[in-house]
């Protein structure tokens, strides 16, 4: 029965040190997912002059990551002509963002659609290589801390077990 209990509370603590490392996973696949927004409107705009409206119709169902609520918030502030008031996008709370996360999206938003197509492109890949540089730390972090947490978390399941025992 103690053995039981000992393998019970060890995948216990191991499963809680493995949902705090998917935190620094779901980090950097939302940053992945940025960028891979950034490069959908570049190319969209650039070549097949699609309208900021469509593109979002199209791209953001394909988006598991916070980024598809935060671009669904945003397409209906579109669709309802609120161009000017991004006050509903900066109250986004996000488990996975920081606030000067948060306010370079919006600033990125509130960018978008608001100047012809070569400028578009250029503010476009300007934030993009911010977001690289938000990516790169979470790919950091997550190297950091992911492997760490679920270790620790296996090393407090065992500790628990021997004062247990």
Known sequence: MKWILSGVIIIACLYIGIGISSYYKKRENLFTEIGIFCNK?????????????EILSEITPTFKSPLRDILFQYK?????????????????????????????????????????????????SSFENNFKIYKDECNLEKKKYSSLYIKLSLLIGVFICIILL
């Open 41 to 53: 409107l570049k190319s969209d705009i650039n070549f097949s002059h699609k309208t900021v409206l």
């Open 76 to 124: 209906k502030m579109i669709e309802k002509g609120e161009f000017t008031n991004f006050s509903n996008l900066k109250i986004i709370k996000s488990a996975y963002l920081r606030q000067n996360e948060i306010d370079m999206i919006v600033q990125f938003l509130s960018q978008l659609g608001k100047s012809d197509a070569s400028n578009q492109s250029a503010i476009i």
